[in-house]
């Protein structure tokens, strides 16, 4: 005898059978998949670190392989920490040259130093990395890597009219009450204004991201600065070798 298609118990056994098939299908998607996900994780990371340190320009010349490299060994990673909050952070220092069986790397082959950036934007956490040059008083580059900002408003955050715009941002200790960096207000009024040479255009009908993107910028660069100079590392000339 035919089964009632239509009978409550067929149903719901036909839903519970289907949804266990399209999970099972799904799982194992997802785990064959895993391995691919993470590699191109890493590699976004990759590139985002040689864009701010080395430039767009070196990074469109090099292939996945070259940028893994370069990311591998010429970028040391060490653990300092912000004394005022207790954060780690994460110091990355780039080198025009690889790394030499442990042997220290003089500041002259220093590139710059750089830091994981993130906060919260107008919808949602934003990731990112910021390089700074040798004597921390200018911005490298700034890429970021993940946001749910809104697509043409927020979401410009990644365009390079954007980026660009910080690179050469002073971020020298700004004077009492001022800020390392402005997104948006008003144009720059001068060599007078404590906003000079700190500036860039917010994004237009994105202000706040582009307020919320401010505030993170400031904070992270300010415990980066406090953290540097706990650990000594300030523009004093000091020599960073792999294993400090």
């Known amino acids: 005898m035919r089964p009632k298609l239509t009978h409550p118990a067929y149903v719901l056994a036909y839903a519970g059978l289907t949804s266990m ?61 912000d004394p005022a909050t207790g954060k780690a952070i994460t ?18 082959e220093m590139v710059g ?48 009219e954007f980026l660009n715009a910080f690179a050469g941002l002073n971020v020298s200790e700004p004077a009492s009450g001022g800020r390392f960096i402005y997104i948006g207000g008003d144009k720059v009024s001068g060599a007078t204004d404590p906003r000079y040479g700190r500036r860039v255009d917010a994004i237009t009908g994105a202000t706040g991201t582009s307020k919320a993107v401010e505030e993170f910028l400031n904070a992270d660069i300010a415990a980066f600065r406090r953290a540097m100079a706990a650990a000594g590392l300030t523009n004093s000339g000091t020599e960073i070798g792999e294993g400090d």
Do not use: C
């Open 21 to 81: 098939v399209f999970t099972a299908a799904i799982m194992a998607l997802s785990a064959a998949t895993a391995g691919i996900v993470e590699r191109n994780e890493k590699l976004l990371t990759q590139r985002a670190l040689v864009a701010v340190f080395f430039g767009a320009d070196t990074l469109a010349q090099l292939t996945d392989r070259q940028v893994s490299d370069i990311a591998e060994d010429r970028i040391d990673r060490r653990e300092i920490t």
């Open 91 to 108: 110091l990355l220092t780039a080198y025009s040259t690889d790394k030499r069986n442990g042997a220290m790397r003089s500041r002259d």
């Open 113 to 160: 130093y750089g830091l994981g950036i993130s906060g919260v934007g107008f919808w949602a956490r934003i990731d990112g990395v910021l390089a700074v040059e040798p004597d921390l008083n200018a911005i490298k580059g700034v890429r970021f890597l993940n946001h749910s900002e809104t697509p043409g408003l927020g979401g410009r955050i990644t365009t390079d």
